[in-house]
């Protein structure tokens, strides 16, 4: 858990006032205060952390999904420089954050959305996640839409430099569905979320190609179309949580205008059925990124 600190301040020495004056200047600090201190609940919650990692939770203005309302929230991380967290899937080591919203109120739902994560190698090896600080959009589906929603957030990620460090972090935030200041962050943490791609079709970013290796069939290839000066990154999962596979490395050998990658079919869980699982492919190139599935043949 985190402990907060808390250090004495000097104030400066105070004008004697007269008792009128004193009573105006009293009422209005009550008045500043009743006045800010709401707006700074229904942006965001208190920063839960230390110098290294904190957490928050930020409002969004809700919006509507069919006949259903949905309101909208940010799960906000900030990283110290060369500090780094994990994404759902991180790679050769490293802890996934977990989100628990198991004490709120007047939820039906919720869902947390994973935006596009980057590639890390260092010396521990090559990990998938976040660095500088992320923000995960939350979409919650209330009980009664007419009502505000009490969003309670237990959270435990991991934070990495040289050590890495177990985190655990409490928020609360009631959403109104109005925006706050954190809107512009949550809007662009969904737009670096994956859209789904259809098999073998997509936009200027699209999985083109995958094929096991005819001289190595445990080695799969992937063929990215990237739009033309960006690099793409590619991410691979299998079926189910228990295969760790490793992240696909770039290889040469890909026609113009697309990227090729290659992996092993390796970390599989024991007795695993290759043929015919399902991978799912995460893409990034160009601040946008496309998520495909395919099945092994």
């Given at each position: 858990m985190f402990t907060a600190v808390?250090?004495?301040i000097s104030w400066p020495a105070v004008p004697r006032f007269s008792g009128r004056a004193q009573a105006a200047l009293c009422c209005g600090l009550l008045l500043l205060g009743a006045t800010a201190q709401p707006g700074q609940a229904a942006d965001s919650s208190e920063w839960a952390g230390d110098s290294r990692s904190a957490a928050r939770l930020v409002?969004?203005?809700?919006?509507?999904?069919?006949?259903?309302?949905?309101?909208?929230?940010?799960?906000e991380i900030r990283l110290a420089p060369g500090w780094k967290t994990y994404w759902r899937y991180p790679g050769d080591s490293g802890v996934p954050p977990h989100f628990d919203f198991a004490g709120s109120d007047n939820v039906k739902t919720v869902t947390v959305l994973w935006p596009a994560p980057q590639r890390l190698a260092d010396s521990e090896g090559v990990t998938i996640g976040y660095k500088g600080g992320v923000t995960f959009p939350v979409r919650i589906e209330p009980v009664d839409p007419a009502k505000p929603v009490a969003l309670k957030l237990k959270l435990d990620?991991?934070?990495?430099?040289?050590?890495?460090?177990?985190?655990?972090?409490k928020a609360a935030l009631n959403l109104t569905g109005i925006a706050g200041a954190g809107e512009a962050g949550?809007?662009?943490?969904e737009a670096r979320?994956?859209?789904?791609?259809?098999?073998?079709?997509?936009?200027?970013?699209?999985?083109?190609?995958?094929?096991?290796?005819?001289t190595a069939p445990k080695r799969i290839l992937v063929d990215v179309k990237a739009p033309a000066g960006t690099t793409a990154e590619l991410f691979a999962e299998g079926p189910t949580p228990d295969w760790a596979l490793p992240v696909p490395e770039p290889v040469a050998g890909?026609?113009?205008?697309?990227?090729?990658f290659a992996f092993l079919l390796d970390g599989l869980p024991p007795g695993a059925n290759v043929k015919g699982a399902l991978l799912r492919l995460?893409?990034?190139?160009?601040?946008?990124?496309i998520e495909a599935r395919f099945r092994l043949d």
């Open positions: 808390i250090r004495p409002a969004g203005a809700a919006r509507t999904d069919g006949d259903k309302k949905i309101f909208r929230a940010g799960v990620y991991a934070v990495c430099e040289k050590l890495c460090i177990p985190v655990d972090a949550i809007n662009a943490a979320v994956p859209k789904a791609m259809d098999a073998g079709h997509g936009g200027d970013i699209a999985v083109t190609s995958v094929r096991r290796d005819a890909a026609e113009a205008g697309s990227q090729r995460t893409a990034a190139a160009g601040g946008r990124a």
